[in-house]
């Protein structure tokens, strides 16, 4: 196996473990480098993050937060918006490794060959940001934050794991058996934020249609296969918001036809949708 | 053949409708069983609390569930333990699935590790969302941290089950108290028994008792009998119309709510008291 066929797999994988590393020593040895959680945190002890999901929720119940989370949640939007576009769901999320094994078992095992009966839309993500915000009005709770598998991993490295695991192994064979790609690509609503957040970030993934030899090896490794509607056809950037700029397509591709470039908004060919 | 042309035989304007209903639909059903979950998952009224946190329906908007204050509780210097130089365990957990508590969020288990009350409060002053509010444990004629304004809960003694009421001598929870002689103090009682014995009996006042826990962690009987419960939990109301006459500011509060209606009103108020009074008893 080439180096450069498993770059960026490394690399996020290398950044997901560091970030749970950092956060497990940041409990358990005291260290300061980055304290709390992936719904808010202490960077050095001195630069607040949070989710900006789990505040927009927290809004919703009505309550009033204070200023720390604020900032924290407009660092986060800033540099997923500016920089990372949908990077969190791939760089980041702890359970992007779970869904990646489903979907990964799910080629090895031949169960995509299979006739797929069960079909939800792409955009139920959209619409369970909604619904968890009108979830979160009614009951005066942050109602994505009760159920969601994300800060339920995260939490379980940091202080422990508990019953909650269970809904990991739900998810997993959701993706293995229900839905390819079934959670991250279509369910979760904080992944609908994100895209929403990076919808008109710096970095993509740019195609060359000349280079491209049509294997359609980026088609089968992406886990939003729709944002690569111009593989073979325009020379592009991959400017769909639910790309997760995972970097598998160009990490797959032996033709160079895929790279991470920086967005020129100022060119016509962005890229974008037509 | 006939089916199949009718399957695609459906207008636009159809299709909207139809669409519009299928989402409507599922949104419902969605939203009810996530309302379900989350209207049981927040209820936890035994749930202990850290310092300052929040009335509970606040608190439970307000945090965002990261463990800040949980690990600056375990991390805090005074916890490192003199013998392995690690910390002890912490006072301060973050609920799991099967921990009866809104999952994610932080509470304690005083007969496990009670709340030492720092001078410094770690917990509170590393919460970014406010859920532990600094200002509930701040002195307001210092501007300093007071950790005898922590409110966390109460303890109650089961008379039935604490063996200084038998008449066994037992101070346990008195000597751990960390305001001896405000939260706990003893009432000494004659022990008629006997004759010639003395009760200590531990009593608790609820205008010092924090809720530490550090009187349940120390209680020498098999179950505590002694223990923290929420405030909301152990104490009663006895509500705005009685009076304590010889307490000049509750006597102040009466003066000060003159002009608001003080008048019962219920089915029975409505009519004359010799109507039900002659109605007979009705069970």
Redesign the interface.
């Known amino acids: 196996m080439k180096w450069s066929n498993i770059k960026y797999l490394v690399l996020r994988r290398i950044v997901q473990l560091g970030l749970l590393f950092l956060y497990f020593m940041g409990n358990a040895y005291g260290w300061k480098i980055l304290t709390g959680d992936l719904s808010a945190s202490m960077l050095f002890q001195k630069v607040p993050l949070a989710d900006p999901f789990a505040v927009l929720q927290i809004f919703a119940t009505g309550a009033i937060v204070g200023v720390n989370v604020l900032i924290g949640a407009a660092v986060i939007a800033l540099f997923y918006g500016i920089i990372g576009g949908r990077a969190f769901c791939s760089w980041v999320c702890p359970v992007n490794m779970v869904t990646d094994l489903a979907a990964w078992l799910r080629r090895k095992l031949l169960i995509d060959r299979i006739e797929r009966k069960v079909w939800i839309s792409r955009n139920v993500r959209y619409y369970m940001i909604v619904l968890a915000l009108i979830v979160s009005a009614v009951t005066g709770l942050a109602a994505f934050e009760v159920l969601s598998p994300i800060t339920i991993l995260n939490r379980g490295v940091i202080f422990g794991f508990g019953a909650g695991i269970g809904l990991l192994l739900a998810i997993f064979l959701f993706d293995l058996f229900a839905v390819k790609n079934g959670w991250c690509g279509h369910v979760c609503p904080l992944g609908g934020v994100h895209a929403l957040i990076g919808s008109y970030n710096l970095f993509r993934v740019k195609h060359n249609s000349e280079n491209c030899t049509l294997c359609m090896k980026c088609k089968t490794v992406c886990p939003e296969v729709e944002v690569l509607g111009m593989i073979g056809k325009r020379s592009e950037f991959v400017a769909g918001r639910e790309c997760t700029n995972c970097g598998r397509c160009v990490d797959v591709c032996d033709d160079d036809a895929l790279g991470f470039q920086l967005r020129n908004f100022l060119e016509t060919n962005t890229g974008g949708k037509q | 053949m006939d089916t199949k042309a009718k399957k695609t035989q459906i207008s636009s304007r159809r299709r909207f409708f139809t669409d519009l209903a299928y989402?409507t639909g599922l949104?419902i059903m969605?939203?009810l069983l996530?309302?379900g979950?989350?209207?049981k998952?927040?209820s936890s009224p035994l749930t202990l609390r850290p310092p300052a946190a929040l009335a509970e329906?606040?608190f439970?908007?307000?945090c965002?569930?990261?463990?800040?204050c949980?690990?600056a509780c375990?991390?805090r210097p005074s916890n490192i333990d003199r013998d392995t130089g690690r910390?002890r365990p912490g006072t301060l957990?973050?609920a799991?699935?099967?921990?009866d508590v809104?999952?994610?969020t932080p509470f304690f288990k005083p007969r496990e590790v009670p709340c030492y009350m720092c001078d410094d409060i770690p917990c509170v002053t590393a919460?970014?969302?406010?859920a532990l509010d600094v200002a509930k444990v701040t002195n307001p004629k210092t501007g300093e941290l007071d950790y005898t304004m922590m409110e966390m809960g109460l303890a109650v003694v089961d008379s039935n089950s604490c063996i200084a009421f038998w008449g066994l001598q037992c101070d346990a929870c008195y000597r751990a108290c960390p305001l001896m002689d405000k939260a706990i103090r003893l009432e000494y009682d004659k022990n008629e028994r006997t004759g010639k014995h003395a009760f200590l009996k531990p009593v608790v006042d609820m205008n010092h008792c924090t809720g530490c826990g550090l009187c349940e962690k120390a209680c020498v009987t098999e179950k505590p009998a002694i223990f923290v419960l929420p405030r909301e939990i152990a104490l009663g109301k006895p509500g705005a119309h009685y009076v304590k006459g010889w307490d000049k500011k509750d006597q102040q509060r009466v003066q000060e709510r003159v002009g608001k209606d003080v008048t019962t009103h219920d089915v029975r108020s409505a009519k004359k008291p010799e109507d039900y009074l002659n109605k007979g008893v009705e069970y």
């Open positions: 989402a949104g969605g939203g996530w309302t979950y989350t209207e998952a927040k329906p606040d439970l908007k307000t965002i569930k990261c463990g800040l949980a690990e375990v991390n910390p957990k973050m799991k699935a099967q921990d809104t999952i994610g919460c970014p969302t406010g």
